[in-house]
């Protein structure tokens, strides 16, 4: 209610609005945005908003490498080359779970040093961004860095009011709004994407391999020792499966939202 009724507010005195919704604010109010662009946003604010959209697009263009990096053939992620080599793996591990659950075999052991593996994956890659991140910075200095987080905050207000506003805008408003969106959506994507492809997956596959590695030399039976490559080689595949969705991840992301 309290949204709803400052939405409204907003709506009878326009000259309040363009100061309220500052695009430049870390605190923009987007629940009352989203109520206010369905009542109908003021012209001045949608004109504001569609400058800020061309200056960001300008900035992003500027900063991009050439091509696209989903559109070249610079992406091809360890699970499309061996995709045979994936599927034969899941089928094994499939079936070794049927077993034990037939024949009831207790594989709590197991089953912990998968979740264990599955952790070891996720903070390495995770760290791997950080360090990405943190040398781009160190390149390109804080004004560049933050222009990822501008971006975002446009282009999020830019959708909402799209979505929201769009049986209050006029059709070429609405026109010139989308493809606006559209650009700034695929340098968004492009840019995040080149981030996340910088993760070094073969050296994380390298690196657990060589941590079972010690870890089988002290195993007592030769049951133990195969068990412990059968989890070297299911966490190659979770290896390979996650660098495919921390390639998705952006796309994915942004056309969430866009759909939503």
């Known amino acids: 209610m309290e949204y709803y009724l400052l939405a409204k507010r907003l709506i009878e005195q326009p000259s309040k609005a363009s100061s309220y919704f500052s695009l430049d604010s870390d605190e923009f109010d987007y629940p009352t945005f989203t109520l206010y662009a369905e009542m109908g946003a003021a012209p001045e604010l949608v004109l504001k908003i569609r400058e800020r959209l061309d200056e960001t697009i300008e900035e992003l263009a500027g900063q991009r490498a050439a091509g696209s990096i989903l559109l070249d053939n610079e992406l091809?992620?360890?699970?499309?080359?061996?995709?045979?080599?994936?599927?034969?793996?899941?089928?094994?591990?499939?079936?070794?779970?049927?077993?034990?659950v037939r024949l009831d075999r207790d594989q709590t052991h197991e089953k912990q040093q998968l979740l264990d593996v599955n952790d070891e994956v996720r903070d390495e890659a995770t760290a791997q961004i950080a360090e990405a991140r943190r040398a781009q910075a160190n390149?390109?200095?804080?004004?560049?860095?933050?222009?990822e987080s501008r971006a975002a905050a446009i282009w999020s207000t830019a959708v909402i009011l799209?979505?929201?506003?769009?049986?209050?805008?006029e059709a070429q408003v609405k026109r010139e709004l989308i493809g606006r969106i559209v650009n700034i959506s695929e340098l968004m994507v492009d840019r995040w994407t080149?981030?996340?492809?910088?993760?070094?997956?073969?050296?994380?596959?390298?690196?657990?391999?060589e941590r079972h590695?010690?870890?089988?030399?002290?195993?007592?039976?030769?049951?133990?020792?195969?068990?412990?490559?059968?989890?070297?080689?299911?966490?190659?595949?979770m290896v390979d499966l996650l660098e495919f969705l921390f390639l998705l991840q952006?796309?994915?992301?942004?056309?969430?939202?866009?759909c939503d």
Do not use: C, W, Y
């Not at 390149?139 to 222009?147: C, E, P, Q, T, Y």
């Not at 799209?162 to 209050?168: F, P, Q, V």
């Not at 020792?225 to 595949?237: D, E, G, P, R, T």
């Open 76 to 100: 091809f992620p360890a699970l499309l080359r061996n995709r045979e080599q994936l599927l034969e793996s899941l089928q094994k591990s499939l079936e070794k779970a049927e077993d034990d």
């Open 139 to 147: 390149v390109a200095g804080d004004r560049d860095l933050s222009i």
């Open 162 to 169: 799209l979505g929201s506003g769009a049986e209050r805008l």
């Open 194 to 209: 080149r981030v996340n492809n910088t993760i070094d997956f073969t050296k994380i596959k390298a690196d657990i391999q």
């Open 213 to 237: 590695r010690h870890r089988a030399n002290s195993l007592a039976t030769q049951a133990l020792k195969k068990q412990n490559i059968n989890i070297v080689n299911l966490s190659h595949a």
């Open 250 to 258: 952006p796309l994915i992301t942004v056309m969430t939202f866009l």
